[in-house]
């Protein structure tokens, strides 16, 4: 859902529509404004990820070319080109103390964590540029034995990018 302002914050519209209907789960918006030398034809960009009933995952760039009065199907485009997985983050490490124990490919951050805020929308001179996450690749751990994720292979979080021309 988008809402704007047109007096600085006093008033602010009803909640328009951005993504396109049919699929369970929209998440982690980002939003660009270009420029515009008439308030009434500024672009609004919003990108997210969508997941599908299957689970999988594709970033969309919904647009509105009327200052965010309307944004319309026709304007919606897939920025990744491919859907890809939530990968299953909590790789099962049980002891004899914690038997239900967990990891994280990064530990520095929680335990079955996989998706954040990591893409984002930045408009400049009719283009927008697109930088996401996606787990559409595969990596194996090299084997350790010291190393609880030893030998195990899960989708590898990386980083794409796309510039979109979107007229």
């Known amino acids: 859902m988008f809402m704007r302002s047109d007096d600085g914050g006093l008033t602010w ?3 328009t529509q951005v993504s396109t209907a049919g699929d369970p789960h929209h998440v982690h918006p980002s939003l660009t ?7 009434d034809n500024a672009s609004v960009h919003i990108t997210y990820y969508t997941q599908h009933s299957d689970g999988s995952l594709d970033l969309v760039m ?4 009327d200052n965010g009065r309307h944004f319309f ?8 080109s491919t859907p890809f997985a939530l990968p299953p983050t909590n790789i099962p490490i049980p002891t004899k103390s914690n038997p239900f124990g967990t990891t994280n490919y990064d530990r ?3 335990q079955c964590y996989a998706l954040g805020e990591y893409q984002s929308v930045a408009e400049h001179d009719g283009r927008e540029y697109v930088p996401w996450g996606d787990t ?5 751990e090299p084997v350790n034995a010291l190393d609880p994720l030893s030998g ?7 980083v794409f990018f796309q510039v979109v021309k979107n007229d």
Not at 33 to 39: F, K, R, V, Y
Not at 73 to 79: K, L, M
Not at 136 to 140: E, L, P, S
């Open 108 to 110: 520095n951050i929680a």
């Open 62 to 65: 919904s647009s509105s070319n």
């Open 152 to 158: 195990i292979t899960h989708p590898q979080e990386d």
């Open 73 to 80: 199907a026709d304007r919606t485009v897939e920025i990744s």
């Open 13 to 15: 519209t009803n909640p």
């Open 136 to 140: 559409r690749k595969t990596i194996t």
């Open 33 to 39: 404004i270009g420029d515009s030398e008439e308030d």
